[in-house]
């Protein structure tokens, strides 16, 4: 066969990228990015009652589940290898103050000890905020001129991460995007005694579309108005940057980019300037997203899930929060 001459050298062709993609068992070896179910986070719901296992519409295979389905599901969890969950809690009613945020019996309070109790082994992360426990649904405390007003509101998510952390948390997730959190819930859960508890922080929250299968699930959409007077405008980077060198600076333990997929760019240069650990929140519409067209016909949902996850932890995050986190684990498994 005759030698392919390199058009602008006019040696022959030396080198072939192509020889390391010839067999399956080399491009293992050659492979540099790996998926491990030990960076996944589970995220489920948890609402009041007994034996209920209700799917959530738009997050097909994803249920709000009772305590004591929570426990079985807990047990899938674990056996797929996912070390950890991320709870969020639907209260039998909610209110103007988010009692059900922080009161001792609160379902996430609640949760977290049957978890605990039932598999000691589990990670389990709470997430801190008060969207899901407030009646006009947004994520802090509004005044009479209905804004979402910050000082008040970090006080109530204080108080929350320390009930949470009362209750047996491993670790607490404040989501709200409120300026000084991080350094308030810091401080308050030193002086309960919560030194050894991390802080993983939502640092760089975008207001995103992204999110509306999860205010479904959650039952958490803003009674009026939007969240973008607290989470972050799509279209700003520096600004992540600076959200985050202010939560490592508060005390954030892990921080984390939300949502992933469309801000990889994000993730990618978070993980350049810090050396934190870094989680990404793959979110519920980007789960929509690839069920919905795996469900049309349109693309292969395991593969999709797979270069997904691919994806984000090839742009530098170690941890991946995930809907697709019990699947993606077995299929690892199954090798
Ligand atoms: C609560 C919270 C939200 C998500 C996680 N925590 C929704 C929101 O901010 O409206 C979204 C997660 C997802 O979409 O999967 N503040």
């Not at 919560?194 to 975008?206: D, E, G, H, L, Q």
């Not at 205010?215 to 973008?228: I, L, M, N």
């Not at 593969?303 to 809907?323: F, N, P």
Request: charge should be negative; aromatic fraction near 6%; include cysteine.
């Amino acid at each position: 066969m005759a030698q392919i001459i390199h058009p602008v050298k006019g040696l022959p062709l030396v080198h072939r990228p192509r020889r390391l993609r010839e067999t399956r068992a080399i491009r293992r070896m050659v492979r540099e990015t790996r998926l491990d179910a030990s960076a996944f986070i589970f995220p489920m719901f948890v609402v009041p009652g007994e034996n209920v296992r209700a799917e959530i519409p738009p997050m097909p295979g994803n249920f709000q589940v009772s305590l004591d389905i929570l426990i079985d599901e807990a047990t899938e969890v674990i056996e797929a290898g996912v070390p950890a969950v991320m709870l969020f809690g639907i209260p039998d009613s909610k209110d103007e103050e988010a009692t059900g945020a922080w009161a001792e019996d609160g379902i996430i309070q609640r949760a977290t000890r049957a978890l605990k109790r039932a598999h000691p082994e589990l990670v389990v992360i709470a997430d801190t905020c008060l969207c899901e426990y407030m009646s006009h649904g947004h994520c802090g405390v509004v005044g009479e001129d209905g804004r979402v007003e910050n000082d008040a509101s970090v006080e109530v998510l204080a108080r929350t991460a320390v009930s949470q952390a009362r209750a047996g948390a491993d670790m607490v997730a404040p989501s709200d995007m409120m300026d000084g959190r991080i350094g308030a819930i810091r401080e308050v859960l030193d002086q309960e005694g919560f030194s050894r508890v991390p802080i993983m922080s939502y640092a760089a929250k975008y207001a995103t579309c992204f999110y509306g299968p999860f205010r479904v699930a959650a039952e958490s959409a803003p009674a009026f108005g939007d969240r973008r007077s607290y989470q972050m405008d799509p279209a700003n980077i520096r600004e992540a940057l600076r959200e985050v060198a202010l939560d490592i600076e508060e005390g954030a333990d892990i921080i984390m980019v939300k949502p992933a997929l469309p801000y990889l760019d994000v993730i990618c240069r978070v993980r350049e300037a810090f050396d934190a650990p870094l989680a990404a929140y793959q979110v519920s519409g980007e789960f929509a997203m690839i069920k919905a067209a795996a469900q049309n016909g349109w693309i292969d949902g395991e593969q999709a899930m797979m270069e997904v996850l691919t994806s984000i932890k090839r742009a530098g995050a170690d941890l991946i929060l995930t809907y697709f986190a019990k699947d993606a684990a077995r299929i690892l498994k199954a090798g």
